[in-house]
């Protein structure tokens, strides 16, 4: 059976956007409503899956590891939601530094998320607060939403629901 996705950027709609890169426990804060939301839309029978890019790392700010522990807090609060993480992507490239196509708004991310996962493309959407986001998502075939940093998503709920 395939699968409604809603797919989420995380530094911005996640977690706070602070202006600068976001790798260490201490800067990482949720953004409020972003569990109520989920919780609507996990009702309508949506399942989630976080696609970032992490280009701090390519620029050696900070390493896989410091990711992959706020990976653990991101996939420990949804549970703690009852909300169902699928997995995280994430590119750990950057433009000044190599060229990639998983690198937002290069769709490969996307693509290997949506083959892994069975995704129903016609029903699932991308949750981003940049261009790049909704860029990947057309290129993909999903609904891209582009929110406001940092905003509550309950504001944007209606886009998907209705």
Known sequence: MNKKIIFLDRDGVINMERGDYTFKIDYFVFVDGLFSALALLKNKGFEFI???????????????????QLNNLI?????????KLLDIFYCPHHNDVEKCICRKPD???????IAK??????????????????????????????????????????????
């Not at 769709?107 to 998320?113: G, M, Q």
């Not at 940049?130 to 504001?155: H, P, Y």
Request: zero cysteines.
């Open 50 to 68: 976080v696609i970032t890019n992490q280009g701090g790392i390519s620029k050696g700010i900070y390493t896989h590891q410091d990711v992959q």
């Open 75 to 83: 996939k420990a609060a949804f549970k703690n939601h009852q909300l």
């Open 117 to 162: 996962y069975n995704v129903d493309i016609g029903k699932s959407y991308f949750v981003g607060d940049s261009d790049r986001d909704i860029e990947a998502a057309k290129k993909v075939g999903v609904k891209g939403i582009k929110v406001n940093k940092n905003s509550d998503l309950n504001v944007y709920i209606n886009q998907i629901v209705t």
């Open 107 to 113: 769709s490969l991310l996307l693509e290997k998320a």
